[in-house]
C-alpha cells in the first residue's frame, strides 16, 4: 500500500470513522454522512450470510431478489442522505466525495482497499477489497456487494440503469473481492453476464424520522461501554463478540427486507436458529438480562424481557417509513431463539408498534 493511501486508511479508521459512526449512547447507534443524520443498528454476519444462501437455493430468481433490495437500499441511503452526486457538485468535488464514500464505507465492511477507480465519462466505478462482509464467506453478495454498490453509483451518475458485478470473490476461493459497476450497455459489450435491475422500490425520509430516532438518554450499556470492557472488540472498522462478526448498518436495510413477503418466513427462521445458537454457545446464564444488554447496545432501542418470557418492549425502536409494512421478523426471530435456550421453544407471533408516543414503542407477545 502507498504511504498516501496508509495515512488515508489510518485517518479513517482511527478519526473518521469514530466521529460519524456515535457508539456512546444506549439504544441508539447514529451516523451522519454529508451532515445528514440517520439510525443504524449491529448486525450479525452469519444472519445475512444464510439469509442470502436460503433465497438463492429456495427461488429460481433468489439472487435477483437479493440484488434488487440491494440496489434500493443503495439508492435511498444516497437520496435520503443528501449525498454529493453529479448533479449537485462539480467533478472535482464529486470524485473526491466518492473516494471518501468508498473508503468509508470499506473501513466498516472491508479491512482493505486493493483497487478503487472511478471514471465519470464512462460511469464506470471499480473496487477491489479484502474481507467484505458476507460475500467472502458465501460467495454470493448480491445483497450488500453487487447490489449496494449498483444502488449508491445509480443515485451519484443519476441513472437507474447502472448495474454491478462480481468479477472476483473470496468466497469462491479467489485472492479478492473485484467489483465494477457501470451501464448495462459495457457488461454487453463485454461480454459479461449481469442482473438487470432498472426498477426498484424507493421510499422518502421525512420530518418523522429525525424525530423518532432523535437519542435519548437511558439507564443501560452502550456498544462503547462494551467495547471499553474489552466485551466487544472493535479493530479496523470491525465488530466482534467471540467468534462472531458483526457489522454497523442503516435500519431500512431490515424493513426493504422484511418488506417483500416472499422473504419474511425465511428471516424469521434464520434469526431464530441463530439467536438459539448464539446464546447457547456462550453459555449464557441469564439470558433475559443477556438480551437486554446486547440488543440496546447494538442499537435497538431499551429492550425489556418481561416475566415469564412471554413479552418483550422496545422502547425507542429504530424506525423509518417502511415500518407500516413491516411484521418485525428479524427482532421477533432474533428474540424468539435467544429465548429457546435449553430446549425451550418460544416464539413471538404477535407484534404491535405504537408510534402515537414521542418515540416508537414495539411490543412482541407469544
Known amino acids: 500500500m502507498a504511504i498516501k493511501d496508509a495515512i488515508i486508511k489510518w485517518f479513517l479508521l482511527n478519526v473518521i470513522v469514530p466521529r460519524r459512526a456515535i457508539f456512546g449512547t444506549p439504544g441508539f447507534i447514529t451516523a451522519d454522512i454529508s451532515k445528514s443524520f440517520y439510525r443504524e443498528v449491529v448486525l450479525p454476519e452469519n444472519v445475512f450470510y444464510d439469509i442470502e444462501k436460503r433465497v438463492v437455493q429456495k427461488y429460481k430468481n433468489g439472487a435477483e431478489i437479493l440484488y434488487r433490495i440491494g440496489k434500493s437500499f443503495g439508492f435511498c441511503f444516497g437520496k435520503n442522505n443528501n449525498l454529493p452526486n453529479i448533479r449537485t457538485v462539480s467533478k472535482r468535488e464529486f470524485i473526491s466525495f466518492s473516494n471518501f464514500l468508498a473508503r468509508y464505507v470499506c473501513a466498516t465492511w472491508a479491512s482493505k482497499i486493493e483497487k478503487l477507480s472511478i471514471d465519470i465519462e464512462n460511469g464506470i466505478f471499480q473496487l477491489g477489497v479484502k474481507n467484505y462482509i458476507i460475500c467472502s464467506k458465501n460467495g454470493l453478495g448480491y445483497l450488500l456487494t453487487t447490489g449496494v454498490i449498483a444502488g449508491i453509483w445509480s443515485y451519484s451518475l443519476y441513472n437507474k440503469r447502472l448495474e454491478a458485478v462480481h468479477i472476483t470473490c473470496e468466497g469462491k476461493g479467489q485472492n479478492s473481492c473485484y467489483i465494477i459497476a457501470a ?67 442503516d435500519i431500512s436495510l431490515i424493513y426493504l427486507l422484511e418488506n417483500d413477503n416472499l422473504l419474511k418466513k425465511i428471516i424469521f427462521d434464520v434469526c431464530f436458529e441463530w439467536g438459539k445458537n448464539f446464546v447457547e454457545k456462550n453459555k449464557v446464564k441469564d439470558v433475559d438480562k443477556f438480551i437486554s444488554n446486547i440488543l440496546t447496545a447494538f442499537g435497538w432501542g431499551d429492550v425489556s424481557v418481561l416475566k415469564e418470557k412471554k413479552k418483550v418492549i422496545l422502547n425507542f425502536y429504530p424506525w423509518c417509513e417502511l415500518a407500516k409494512n413491516s411484521h418485525f421478523d428479524f427482532i421477533r426471530g432474533l428474540i424468539s431463539g435467544m429465548l429457546s435456550f435449553g430446549g425451550r421453544d418460544i416464539k413471538f407471533k404477535k407484534f404491535e408498534l405504537n408510534t402515537h408516543q414521542e418515540h416508537p414503542v414495539l411490543c412482541l407477545n407469544i
Do not use: A, W
Open 183 to 249: 451501464p448495462q450497455k459495457f457488461f454487453e459489450k463485454e461480454n459479461i453476464k449481469y442482473i438487470i435491475c432498472d426498477e426498484f422500490p424507493t421510499y422518502d425520509k421525512t420530518f418523522m424520522y429525525e424525530k423518532f430516532n432523535k437519542p435519548v438518554k437511558i439507564q443501560r450499556y452502550s456498544l462503547m461501554d462494551l467495547i471499553n470492557t474489552n466485551v466487544i472488540k472493535y479493530e479496523k472498522g470491525m465488530i466482534r463478540f467471540g467468534d462472531e462478526r458483526f457489522f454497523e448498518c
